[in-house]
T-cell receptor, first 109, second 110 residues
Framework: RKEVEQDPGPFNVPEGATVAFNCTYSNSASQSFFWYRQDCRKEPKLLMSVYSSGNEDGRFTAQLNRASQYISLLIRDSKLSDSATYLCVVNQYGNKLVFGAGTILRVKS | EADIYQTPRYLVIGTGKKITLECSQTMGHDKMYWYQQDPGMELHLIHYSYGVNSTEKGDLSSESTVSRIRTEHFPLTLESARPSHTSQYLC?????????FGPGTRLTVT
């Protein structure tokens, strides 16, 4: 079983749609959680950290469920520019991060 | 956000050559990392460092080596490049848990 699992997609959605991505992690001792965004042939960029209480940044909402070892990302009012691969990332051992394989989002006009 | 730089951005080199990929950051981060990523695939950690004179191998076996003589600099060296080393190499740094990535070096070994 992979340490961080994501649905690879692709998710094909129209502009303005709401889309949600899920991620599960295997190590219950994990302490920090993140969503990164990676555009084609570019480096990953930090989108947001994920806190136990849930957090929101504009159109993006992240939630963490420690009991189920589950993380989610909700994107409202999708824009064409949101098209990218979204990486679920978990800090498990010291300062090492474990990256999921990513979920591909394609927003179409 | 960290300022982190990688050179060269693109490199095409012949088999057997020695290469060094440069990575520098200006944020004074203690922790630095090297990842390898093939197109459409996930990132794999190949080396990391928690400070000067500290280096560790990552989860993916790699024939490369690294050094950390200065806080801001974390070069990666391949003594003898092979076609199997063709990939994208991403450097990252961290002052906490989140990591910030450089633009990457796309290496092609012919």
């Amino acid at each position: 079983r992979k340490e961080v699992e994501q649905d690879p997609g692709p998710f094909n959605v129209p502009e303005g749609a709401t889309v949600a991505f899920n991620c599960t992690y295997s190590n219950s001792a994990s302490q920090s959680f993140f969503w990164y965004r990676q555009d084609c042939r570019k480096e990953p960029k930090l989108l947001m950290s994920v806190y136990s209480s849930g957090n929101e940044d504009g159109r993006f909402t992240a939630q963490l469920n420690r009991a189920s070892q589950y993380i989610s990302l909700l994107i409202r009012d999708s824009k064409l520019s949101d098209s990218a691969t979204y990486l679920c990332v978990v800090n498990q051992y010291g300062n090492k991060l474990v990256f999921g394989a990513g979920t591909i989002l394609r927003v179409k006009s | 956000e960290a300022d982190i730089y990688q050179t060269p951005r693109y490199l095409v080199i012949g088999t057997g050559k020695k290469i060094t990929l440069e990575c520098s950051q200006t944020m004074g981060h203690d922790k630095m990392y090297w990842y390898q990523q093939d197109p459409g695939m996930e990132l794999h950690l190949i080396h990391y460092s928690y400070g000067v004179n500290s280096t560790e191998k990552g989860d993916l076996s790699s024939e490369s080596t690294v050094s950390r003589i200065r806080t801001e600099h974390f070069p990666l060296t391949l003594e003898s490049a092979r076609p199997s080393h063709t990939s994208q190499y991403l450097c990252a740094s961290s002052g906490g848990y989140e990591q910030y990535f450089g633009p990457g070096t796309r290496l092609t070994v012919t």
